[in-house]
C-alpha cells in the first residue's frame, strides 16, 4: 500500500466580512490579493514545507502537493516549484503532483520541462498528475471553459509524445502548435513518470482514466459512489483488456490524528474553514462551473454511466457545511487518538480497497505544533498499522505491482 501526505496550504488570515466584502462573496477568483500578507504567507510557506520534510521522515511515501489560482484556500498557486524544492530536500518519498491543470497551459512544452528536470533533480522520484482544474482555474487564466476538456487531452497528448518520442518533431493539433517540439529536458524515469489522475469521479473522466491504464485518485468522495465509479472503472478496463486491481485506485481522507480523541476533535476543526474558506461562504457556481466547463464527452455510455453513480448525501452544500458531528460519525473524516484513527481507516479500507491512500492531514487554522505532533503520531502509531491493514487485505500500490 502506498500512504501519501497531503494539505491544501490554506491561508486564512482575512475574516467572513472580507469575503462578503468582496465581488460575488467569492473567496475564490473575485476575493481581492490585497488580504495578503506577505510575512503571514512567507511564515506558512516555511511551516508547510517543514511539514512535508518530516513527513517523510515519519515514513510517508509520498508527498502530495495540488494547485489553484486566485483564493486563499491553497497556497500552492506554483506546485511545480514547491516540488523542486522538495525534490531537493527529501530524499526518498516520491513527489506527488496531483495535479498540473492542463487545459490552462497555453506552452504544454514548459511544463514538460519543468516536470523532467523535477524527475532528474529527485532522481526518479516524480508522479505526475494531470487535472482539468475547476471553473475558477479557467476564468483566471482567460482560457475558454468551452474548451477545457479538449484542450486537457490534448496537452496531455503533446506531453506523451513529448516525452517518449525523441525530438526535434512537429506538432499540429486543433489547440497547440509548435513547428519544432526539442525540449533537452527529459524524464529521468522511462518511458516518462507514473501518471495519476485525481478527480471527483466523472464519468467522463473515468473512461479516459480506464482507457489510459491510469490509476484514478478519488478525492475523498462518498464510499458507496466510490464503489459505483469503481465498477465503472473497472468495465471499462476490461473492455481494453485488463482487469484492474487495488493497484489503480486511490482514495484521499482527511485523518487527523493526537493523543486524545478530544485533542484530535478539536485541532481538526481546522478542516472547517481550510479548503471552503473563512466564514464558508459558498463560491458562485459559474465560478466553478461555468458555461461550457462541463462539456460532454461524445460517448453514449456516459450519461448510462452517470445514473448509476449514487449520490453523495453530504454535498448538497458541500462537506465541510455539513455538521461537524455527522462528518466524523460518516467516517468521511477520520479524527481522533491513534487507536480510533487505526479502527476507522480500516473499516474504510475494508470497504474501498485502495491501493494508494491519500492523508489530508491538517488544513486551515489548525496550528503549525498540532500539525507535527499529527504526523509524529502518524509515524510512531497510525502508519505502521496501516501498512498491516494494506497487506492483510492484499492491497497492492501501482510500485509494488507492476503495470
Known sequence: MFLMRFTERAYTNYTEEDVRNSPNEAVRLTFSNSHLDPQVASRQYNEYLDEYEYSEEMGFDGLMLNEHHNTPTC??????????????????????????????????????????????ISGGRLVSGFVRGTGVESLASNTNPLYNRERFEEAHDLLMKTWTTPGPFRWEGKHYHFRVVNPFQTPYQKPHPPVWIPGLGSPETLVWCAEHHYPYIYLETDPQGTQDMMEIYTEVAQENGYTPGPEHFGYLLRMHVQDTDEKAIESAR?????????????????????????????????????????????????????????ILAANRWIVGSPETVIRKTREVLSQLRPGILGVWTNDGDTTHADTMRCLELMGKEVLPAIREIGEELELTDPFQKAP
Open 75 to 120: 497556497l500552492g498557486a506554483t506546485m511545480n516549484l514547491e516540488a523542486a524544492i522538495l525534490a531537493r530536500i527529501t530524499k526518498k518519498s516520491k513527489i506527488v503532483l496531483l495535479g498540473n491543470p492542463l487545459p490552462i497551459l497555453d506552452n504544454p512544452l514548459r511544463l514538460a520541462e519543468e516536470l523532467a528536470e523535477i524527475d532528474m
Open 270 to 326: 481546522g478542516f472547517l474553514v481550510g479548503n471552503i474558506g473563512v466564514g464558508q461562504v459558498p463560491v458562485p457556481k459559474d465560478y466553478m462551473m461555468p458555461v461550457g466547463y462541463s462539456g460532454s464527452r461524445k460517448d453514449p455510455r456516459v450519461a448510462r454511466y452517470r445514473e448509476r453513480i449514487r449520490k453523495d448525501p453530504f454535498l448538497g452544500l458541500g462537506l465541510e457545511r455539513q455538521p461537524y458531528e455527522e
